[in-house]
């Protein structure tokens, strides 16, 4: 059963009613402006057993996302197409009312709200993912998993992810006459092939006021969220109101078309990232200081 | 299954609806004894069956809050209510759904009537014909209201679609399974706020806008009919008594 | 662990030696014999996703059951029948304290018995189920939901699993050389073939006297009951003491009495209702006034 | 497997025993340490254990009533105790046949004396070949004797069965696979009561009060035995001391 | 989540200071050596359905052991082997405080120490439980129950697994041409092929004084266990230190040479208690009076 | 896959390192912002990051001991961390090494400073290329020096195993997999306690000796680096003051 959670964080009425009030003057506890994102590291590669991985800091937020591409059958309605799970999980380190244990709702909801934007989108070109056609097909594992939880782990899951994928190599496969399939690892091929790039965009508000990536304070006093998934070619890949509360019409048509500026340039920034990367990037335990 | 045509020469959805057409809509409310409140709401073939327990006490104390009621949400679909029968464990999708439901609720329920109590909607799809999530939002509604408990609205939902290139009101699983995109969205009218807004698919700017505008169209001739059928629960027991 | 449960009803002290002094004399709170059901009302075909279904109300007691049928592999000990599952849930609409979940040892007890109750009668024709000969036949699952719990919830149960199977129809299968089965689900070919009938009649019994059909005041106040199946040709089809509580050996002959009488009764008016409907019935959400 | 004849032309089972005839028995009280009290069954090749806890305190407090001692009861199989290795999920059988097991013992139990306690009753089938859940109760009841639990009378269980046309007793394996009925009974014979019916297989009006005679009077000597076992059982005791 | 445990037991502290004065005088409340066992009683082909079986008395503590051999696939990485599969479960006879239900960790790291034990000195010989080459072989499924606890379970089910195994047999097995297995239980056709025997010896200790086979007041009271697992020919087959606490270089040291002898013993002994058997061994509701 | 040469001709490992030679080791302490404690530790592919919560009140009271914190703890390995991928659902194998990790982690926690509360440690492990267990040990101890929990001393783990016949120091995936013996060693080296022994494989009595020493000697390398990644922690962070 959902039930109404309690506040994972009981900010303080002071706190709380500062960050209102700065929010409302388009101000934020942190400096930033209602419409910034906190700086955001990537680390592609991260994890070396992965198909593709990458480590993403989004603030105090640290996420890491993998891919693990394992032989599979089709789907029975889509025999000629690769397949997709996308799998999130909030371990204990992050967050100290985390418990372990299999993913609660919220850990599901960022999962399925990242597999929708994915799907939809066609993000993952499925039809090159064949290996025996009708038979044999790459089964696509994404894992995402929460790290440090300093608010917005959806943004930074999904940036982690389109890291991951684009991070992602299809290993070398050889098929014998009986239809048996040989995966070589040692042997990359092809990068994942991808037809298109999303990312999401969480615009939280608060007594009107509308702001995005909110860190973990500023969620405890958001009284909801709007997650918009923007595609590079500036589409709505997929939305998701989450959390209590609502929003009129007009609040909606504003946080999209903030959403689409910020999506698309957060889509050009983590692929700038990407390219520059290698160099000088500071993973997990090799903390820059900025 | 061929992908079928879902847009007719004529302009008519394959099954003689106009794009901005409702199925036809069944509420009632009350139809169950042992509940606090329920409702039962058909949309064509879909079938939702709502029942609400509470404001009451629970053993699960560490749950409550000191300052308002909360409430917890399940929306559960019966082995038979699908097409291929549906395992009975509860699904990814199930707990998604209960989550989003839960928080379209959130905003029109007065909780803070009743603090350190639980107000439990339990839902049961009985039959699936697409929009299942949405009937259940109307459903989990009117069974709130017939328990008793303070709103500051109804909250009603209604899929739109896009099939064929076209906007279309209310979508059937057809069209959702084979139409370009399913826009579930619940809104409380009279508070003028969208309090559930999903999109599966991918729409333009554009399309969103008009997308929106016929949902919400949709969703106030659902209101009228709930409050109808609310109406039609309490004159009857007028009567009866 | 099975446990002593906590009375899901707490009847007050008066009202419960009200039930029972008058059962003493033979009369019952709601004006009902002894030897009396409550007003049946079914309505074959409510789920139209199902192969088969109903809904039962039996008195406020609501129940509906649904058959799917699916293609499955046959028991290795029975390779020429087809396969039977049956499944109960007590889902939280029907009483305040049900809770979600997985089915609890009532609701498994209650599936089965009337599992036991088909199986050993072969009330559904097994043999008639075979597709692909020793490979392929039909599985016929029985799923029950009791909605709404004003007690007896077995025999709602059973007389819903019952007008479920009579309102159940094959679909036409193909099956092509290589043995892959194809099913055609918007075209039926026959009924499900039934060899018998079958309804459980439960009796239960407080301070020696026996009544049947229990509301949930009276299950709260009765010691014991017994579920006796009883086929349409009269026969015991299986037996169930359910409950603290015992029987004398007396009081066992003369319940069994009863529910042959009772049982024959209930399946022929469950028969002839199912012959004479599509018409007039209310279904849930559209309640009778009588 | 084939079918084997289960009734023999002259008249006798498959094993050589007349129709009314029990397996060979062996009962054994107090046969654990760290129990409360404990029984060893067997009727035949069916060997049960039972170990009783309690009565005591749990830390499930909200299980407990004002006015009693609630019983607890699990009967599970070792998965090695059956032809086909059980997997050690507890089965939807093992459930069924926990509750009726605890259902057959409560009638006997003076739970009044112990409120706000739990006696738990562990049943462990180490060994099944036939008639596990009859040797079950005969066990836990002795098994309660033995850790002291006030009682107004043991139960004991036997199965009948109908084979090949033949009502039979104390049922084994092969006939409750092959035979067309099998009906576990269990009775407080000091009392009059039977405390566990259960029918698996269709009888007639008239078989059914045969088969019922039948156990009872198996049930009888499975009481003497059981009677000796716990006399047994205490005058070693008063002899060891 | 693994957690500091509650003492299974409280001992008095009264009883508990005696138990640790007298281990440090080299003597036992229950009158034995350090270095001595209890009393071992084994009873082989206790349970007629499995395909080996034994109990196991030492002292109070009970446990009876169950081989099954089933037809299954091979692992991939080993085709041509046979399958092992150790279990445990302390079930709720044997303690007041085991609650019914999964394997908890004690049970799941015995039942690994065991696994690992017979694995890695492969005690059994896999490669003649092959039935058709990669593709059908047996898997030895080995279930562990303890039934009452008196301390050191591990050793009474290292024990009672040796006992199994050596009582363990065959079934005769026919492959017709498809390839289809088929198992003839009523005959046995050869015992199961063992390489090698091994016990596991668990040294306590308690303020620097070490002793083996603790019972369960002594397990209540030492700090630590050293498990060893000993191989008839005098090799270190596999080590776990259990418990919380830790030992230092040379008390390790001392608990191996104390455990190679004791180990290389109890297999003697154990195999002469098995050759001996069918003979006036005391079964669970026989107990001797010894 | 082929069993690889382990020992080249060289006398070397296949990774060109000695036989007593650990992996290049990285060892980072606080690398988390909301756990009380955290670091990472590598060892060559070995990542394993380690977070402290507490000492702290939690909900389940019944767990809790009224002299001294409990230590809780959960091994867990990222699904991608492996080879083949791992499922979600914590392994026996994850279970047994939470018990092992905690038992090691027990001797040098100072838990009666904190009665009735619980001090949590939660290891994720993000890249496994043997060895994890040990790693783990070494990140748990650091991150609850992190936290400020006081502690009698570090402990660390380092694995040996016997390859080709050559006892070699800090075994690999490769190693672990196709040598002979596989033997996880911690140690709380001020204490002179070995806290965590563990043995894979079959060794003689000599063999161990050696192997035990080599262990040790490699905890005492990994010991120094864990200690000057503490200072380094606190340096910076009095320089950052």
Redesign the interface.
């Known amino acids: 059963m959902s039930h109404t959670p309690s506040p994972e964080l009981i900010v303080p009425k002071l706190k709380a009613s500062t960050i209102v009030n700065m929010l409302k003057k388009g101000m934020r506890t942190s400096g930033r402006g209602p419409m910034e994102y906190r700086p955001i590291e990537i680390v592609p590669g991260y994890v070396r057993n992965a198909d593709g991985s990458a480590l993403v800091r989004l603030g105090n937020t640290v996420v890491v996302a993998g891919v693990k591409l394992e032989v599979g059958s089709p789907y029975p309605d889509a025999p000629d197409e690769g397949a997709l799970v996308v799998n999130a999980e909030f371990v204990p380190t992050a967050l100290s009312t985390f418990e372990p244990g299999p993913p609660d709702e919220n850990a599901i909801e960022l999962a399925r709200v990242i597999d929708r934007s994915l799907r939809e989108l066609k993000a993952i070109d499925m039809s090159k993912l064949v290996i025996v056609p009708g038979r044999r097909v790459w089964v696509v594992y994404i894992d995402i998993y929460a790290l440090d939880h300093d608010g917005n782990l959806v943004d930074a899951s999904s940036i982690a992810t389109l890291a991951a994928l684009m991070n992602t190599s299809l290993p070398r496969v050889d098929v014998d006459e009986s239809g048996s399939v040989r995966v070589d690892r040692s042997t990359r091929v092809s990068p994942l092939p991808m037809n298109n790039k999303v990312v999401t965009v969480t615009i939280a508000k608060v007594e009107n006021v509308m702001f995005v990536d909110p860190d973990l304070d500023e969620e405890s006093v958001a009284e909801t969220k709007l997650v918009v998934a923007v595609s590079e070619d500036r589409r709505i890949a997929g939305l998701q109101k989450s959390g209590a509360g609502g929003f009129t019409e007009a609040e909606i048509a504003t946080a999209l078309d903030i959403a689409l500026d910020v999506g698309t340039n957060l889509i050009r920034l983590a692929a700038s990232k990407l390219e520059s990367s290698g160099a000088g990037l500071t993973p997990l335990g090799e903390r820059s200081t900025s | 299954?061929e992908r079928p045509k879902l847009i007719r020469e004529d302009g008519l959805r394959h099954d003689g609806r106009r794009p901005d057409e409702l199925r036809p809509t069944?509420i009632?409310v009350g139809?169950?004894?042992?509940?606090s409140g329920?409702a039962?709401v058909?949309y064509g073939?879909t079938?939702v069956?709502?029942?609400v327990?509470g404001p009451?006490e629970i053993?699960q104390k560490?749950?409550l809050?000191p300052d308002?009621a909360?409430?917890?949400?399940?929306y559960?679909m019966?082995?038979?209510?699908?097409?291929e029968?549906k395992s009975?464990?509860l699904s990814?999708?199930e707990?998604?759904l209960?989550?989003?439901?839960?928080?379209a609720l959130?905003?029109v329920v007065i909780?803070e009537t009743f603090p350190r109590t639980?107000i439990?909607v339990?839902i049961?799809v009985?039959?699936?014909?697409g929009g299942t999530r949405t009937a259940a939002v109307t459903a989990a509604s009117l069974a709130l209201a017939d328990a008793g408990v303070p709103m500051r609205d109804l909250v009603v939902g209604v899929a739109v679609g896009k099939v064929d290139g076209v906007l279309v009101l209310d979508v059937d699983e057809l069209e959702d399974m084979f139409g370009e995109?399913d826009?579930p969205v619940a809104?409380?009218p009279s508070?003028?706020?969208?309090?559930?807004?999903?999109?599966?698919?991918?729409?333009?700017?554009e399309e969103?806008?008009s997308a929106?505008?016929l949902a919400?169209r949709g969703a106030s001739q659902i209101y009228e009919k709930s409050r109808e059928a609310l109406r039609d629960k309490y004159m009857k027991v007028r009567v009866e008594e």
Chains 1, 3, 5 share one sequence.
């Open positions: 299954m069944r009632t139809v169950l004894n042992k509940a329920s039962l058909e073939g079938k069956l709502a029942a327990y009451r053993p560490h749950l809050l308002r909360i409430i917890r949400c399940r559960h019966l082995s038979f209510s699908t097409h029968r009975p464990a990814r999708r707990i998604e209960s989550k989003v439901i839960r928080e959130e905003p909780s639980a439990d339990f049961e009985i039959n699936a014909d995109a826009m809104a409380a508070l003028g706020l969208v309090t559930l807004l999903q999109l599966n698919g991918v729409l333009t700017r969103f806008d929106l505008k919400l």
